[in-house]
């Protein structure tokens, strides 16, 4: 059974995409967020972020993959609790959960076949579950690209850290050096000022 959209007003979309397309055209700022009726709605709120229970999460993973495939199934019909369709979107499962949602368009795609010259209905009903599944499908890789975006920007990120650190400690290491051998470091300095040519006749004053 779907749930109540608390927002029934609101334009529905079905996929965070198809949200942010939505969005692009509204002439104001707006931010997609998932409702409990498993829909996309947009807001003007800036502090919409993803939420997901990690108690959920482990549960839907711990699933056999019949039982798994079966709940994919059942988001597209709304037809689970929303922190279940949250779960689903959790960075964790959305791998498993576009496996799974392969197996169901396959399924759907053979209740097509067999469908054939039978009732009209029940071929548009078919095809409009097809064409679901196959948003659900875009939303996973949106996700997908999404999330290696964020593992592209956390690794650069690192590296950067990594990078300074290291710079800290060269710098670090090369001032410990000069005070353990500063007399030594002194006399060098010394003789490689000596190596330099001499002012030109004329230079008002030679800087070191």
């Not at 396959?106 to 067999?114: D, G, I, K, Y």
Request: charged share 30%; aromatic share 6%; hydrophobic share 40%.
């Amino acid at each position: 059974m779907s749930a109540v959209c608390p927002t029934p007003k609101k334009r529905s979309y079905l996929s965070k995409k198809a949200a942010f397309a939505g969005a692009a055209t509204s002439g104001v700022a707006l931010n997609p967020y998932l409702c409990q009726c498993g829909n996309w709605h947009l807001t003007m709120r800036t502090t919409v972020t993803e939420q997901y229970d990690e108690v959920e999460v482990q549960r839907i993973l711990s699933l056999p993959v019949d039982d798994f495939v079966r709940l994919a199934f059942d988001e597209t019909r709304h037809a689970v609790a929303p922190e279940t369709a949250a779960a689903l979107r959790a960075p964790s499962v959305i791998y498993r959960w576009g496996d799974a949602l392969k197996v169901v368009l396959n399924s759907v795609q053979e209740s097509l076949r067999a469908a054939r010259g039978g009732p009209t209905d029940k071929r548009g009903q078919l095809a409009r579950r097809e064409q679901l599944v196959r948003t659900r499908l875009m939303e996973v890789k949106d996700l997908k690209r999404e999330q290696n975006d964020v593992r592209l920007f956390e690794s650069k990120a690192n590296q950067e850290r990594t990078k300074r650190r290291q710079g800290t400690a060269a710098t670090a290491a090369i001032n410990r050096l000069i005070e353990l051998h500063l007399d030594e470091y002194r006399a060098l300095l010394d003789e490689e000022r000596q190596k330099l040519p001499s002012p030109p006749a004329d230079s008002a004053e030679w800087m070191e």
